[in-house]
């Protein structure tokens, strides 16, 4: 997957907006047609730098099916490029976990046959079963993703350990943040005490829009394609971004120092789905089934090393990655981090927040 600049943009969609027009789409009918025996392709939408290029080859290689890749940048981008699509123009959708149970319960996902997914076992234990799917039904678990603050210390000298930390007059315009409404909600909400960070309470809201309102005249870039590059080229000394990212910025750039926030650590996961209206859904699921075996999944984690739930992989990987507090966080800081629910309509007010901040 090549790499791309950053690339600034907000799509106002909520998942509530996404029901609405997504509602009609998925009967039982149609997903008993969903599989298109002569075909050697697969669709799918995934987000940037994230499924690297090198897997899809090899799975070309191996299998024969080519895989037409759709990217996108944040949660809202995904939910704007589904809607906006004709059924059946995906078969796989790899995205944010609380988008499983909106997109389940409008029928549109397919029920997971395991004897497809052999591979299926290859997944810990510890990451099966969460919130936003606790059978499996729909979802395979794809990586796990922190966000940390990373620090340039050759230009920050001071110690930012907390979200209070960046909050300071002297980082104007110096901080680069992820593109991602509800998990930038979600810190927010950590930051300023909140018990829930799903919670959407006037109290809650007025509590992130003090926070935010702070923190927006420091944040430079909102980026989900590649904070990290604004890290390398040195536009911006501070990032409250993506693990793996903040590691692959720390790779270019030693002196890049990574601290996971003292008030709650956002730890997101990203699933695997097939749609209930797949064209291709005996590809979608051998693509799948290749993503875990631990090999491949190994080498996904070599490349954009995120948290990997595949306990295959790891007789794969070194302990540059086993070792890393990146990419295996210590016991306490998953102790204190937070799952994003799906929250229906309650979503849109903190999409209306975030664009009405961010101007």
């Given at each position: 997957m090549k790499r791309r600049m950053k690339k600034i943009m907000t799509v106002a969609v909520t998942a509530a907006m996404a029901i609405s027009m997504l509602a009609g789409c998925g009967s039982s009918d149609e997903k008993s047609e969903g599989s298109n025996a002569g075909s050697k392709e697969v669709n799918v939408i995934c987000w940037t730098e994230y499924l690297p290029q090198e897997v899809l080859d090899s799975f070309e290689e191996k299998t024969g099916i080519t895989v037409n890749m759709t990217t996108?940048?944040?949660p809202d981008d995904m939910l704007a490029k589904v809607q906006t699509s004709k059924e059946g123009t995906y078969d796989v959708i790899i995205g944010p976990e609380n988008y499983t149970p909106i997109f389940s319960k409008l029928s549109l996902l397919e029920e997971l046959d395991r004897e497809k997914l052999p591979n299926f076992s290859n997944i810990a234990e510890q990451y099966l079963g969460r919130e936003n799917d606790p059978e499996n039904t729909y979802s395979v678990p794809y990586m796990f993703a922190s966000a940390v603050i990373a620090v340039n210390t050759d230009v920050i000298t001071d110690e930012i350990t907390s979200y209070a930390d960046l909050l300071k007059p002297d980082y104007k315009d110096k901080i680069v943040v992820i593109e991602d409404s509800r998990a930038m909600y979600?810190?927010?909400?950590?930051a300023q005490g909140c018990d829930d960070v799903n919670d959407t309470s006037d109290e809650t809201l007025a509590s992130v829009e003090s926070y935010w309102k702070e923190l927006f005249p420091n944040i430079h870039a909102f980026d989900g394609d590649s904070p990290k590059t604004l890290m390398i080229n040195g536009e911006c000394p501070i990032g409250l971004i993506y693990g793996a990212e903040a590691l692959l910025a720390q790779q270019e750039v030693p002196s890049i120092k990574c601290f996971y926030p003292e008030e709650?650590?956002?730890?997101g996961s990203d699933s695997m789905m097939i749609t209930g209206a797949a064209k291709n859904k005996d590809n979608a699921y051998e693509l799948i089934n290749y993503i875990l075996d631990g090999e491949v999944s190994a080498s996904i984690s070599e490349i954009f090393p995120y948290v990997n739930p595949n306990k295959a992989a790891l007789e794969y990987l070194s302990e540059d990655y086993t070792k890393n507090e990146l990419t295996n966080p210590p016991e306490d800081v998953v102790g204190r981090s937070c799952t994003l629910m799906d929250i229906g309509d309650e979503a849109s007010k903190i999409?209306?927040?975030?664009?009405r901040l961010k101007g």
């Open positions: 996108y940048t944040s979600a810190m927010a909400a950590m709650g650590v956002y730890l999409v209306d927040l975030w664009t």
